[in-house]
């Protein structure tokens, strides 16, 4: 299935009705979208000493991506935020979509399939560290000399 073929799938039409009338429909929708973005990865190429070796590697899931799959933009932040309306069922794949998705770009990012440093950026994951002394703020004072002699 080519990317086109994919997103026109489900295609809305434009109007007030939700492309989504339940929850099954949206979990079998991101099932779709892992099948595809499995299906297709990233296919690198690389030349050495004139050799030339093809390596693939997966792409990660992200929302952004699973919006633009199912051609729905905005409707993420309406799901959540009127998910009384949409019942309890909403909650739950929401929910497992959204920790699918980070759970895979962690997991990625930890065994070197993505970058770490960016997975931990977009999944607010930081590392901090705390340089102080007794609680007191540390003040380094640089002297440059230079290195000519005269």
């Known amino acids: 299935m080519t990317y086109n073929q994919a997103l026109t799938k489900y295609k809305k039409k ?11 429909e949206l979990a079998k929708a991101f099932e779709d979208y892992k099948a ?28 952004c991506g699973f919006m633009v799959f199912i051609d729905s933009m905005s409707e993420w932040c309406d799901w959540k935020r009127r998910v009384k309306e949409r019942g309890e069922d909403f909650v739950g794949v929401l929910t497992r979509i959204e920790t699918e998705v980070r759970d895979q770009q962690v997991n990625g990012g930890m065994a070197g399939v993505y970058n770490a440093n960016l997975t931990a950026r977009l999944n607010g994951l930081t590392d901090k560290k705390d340089v102080t002394s007794k609680g007191e703020r540390i003040d380094l004072k640089f002297e440059i000399v230079d290195g000519k002699s005269e």
């Open 14 to 24: 434009r109007g007030r009705p939700p492309k989504f009338k339940t929850a099954e």
């Open 36 to 63: 595809f973005v499995d299906a297709n990865p990233f296919e690198i190429r690389t030349i050495y000493k004139g050799e030339e070796s093809v390596r693939y590697v997966p792409h990660p899931y992200t929302l």
